[in-house]
């Protein structure tokens, strides 16, 4: 399978534990890493958890464009 996001050790931001039980957290403390960044400069910029924004895409590009 290709990996698509790495850290700097070349470990897949998106893996199972070693217990193979839980996912790994980097790529969610990245994120809200991210966001909280953003939100320095831009205070209204709404904390969407990557799930919320996953989910959510869609409706928001078709309210964007539209239709």
């Known amino acids: ?3 698509l996001l790495l850290t700097e050790e070349g470990i897949p931001f998106f893996r199972r534990t070693e ?14 890493g991210l966001i909280e960044r953003i ?4 205070p209204e910029f709404p904390r969407y958890s990557f799930t919320t924004l996953r989910d959510t895409a ?3 590009i078709r309210h ?4």
């Open 19 to 32: 217990s193979k039980k839980n996912r790994s957290q980097i790529f969610g403390n990245k994120w809200s």
């Open 58 to 60: 869609a409706d928001r």
């Open 1 to 3: 399978m290709f990996q």
């Open 64 to 67: 964007i464009a539209r239709g």
């Open 39 to 42: 939100r320095k400069d831009h």
